[in-house]
């Protein structure tokens, strides 16, 4: 059902957590489910610094979550914004279908995180998107 990468990121979910000095925060949901997962971002000179997560969800929420932290940390805006969902389940190895759309949570979370620091700081980027208020599967 679920593969080893999936179990570990959520037994042992990194990067999660309030940053509490963030740049930015993107929180996105799913009415249907109930999963919440919010991302905070530190960005400097265009690079993801520091990446945290907290989620309200499933375990797959809690791991899709967690590997999208690892994929943004350390990149370009530019380049995170070119995270797909089935970047992060390819990551982690797949995904049961009746959960990517938690992969599509993580996806619109990072969009909505990078949405917020150009916003605030008046930027624009290529692919950076209005964020979804309700992600679905057909979205």
Known sequence: MYSDKVMDHFDHPRNVGILEDADAVGTVGNAKCGDIMRIYLNIEDDIIQDVSFKTFGCGAAVATSSMATELV?????????KITNKAVMDALDGLPPNKVHCSLLAE????????????KH???YEGLH???EDIHEDE
């Open 73 to 81: 940390k350390g990149k370009r805006i530019e380049e995170a914004l």
């Open 108 to 119: 619109e979370a990072i969009n909505a995180a990078i949405y917020d620091y150009a916003k």
């Open 122 to 124: 008046g930027k624009t």
């Open 130 to 132: 209005e964020p979804v």
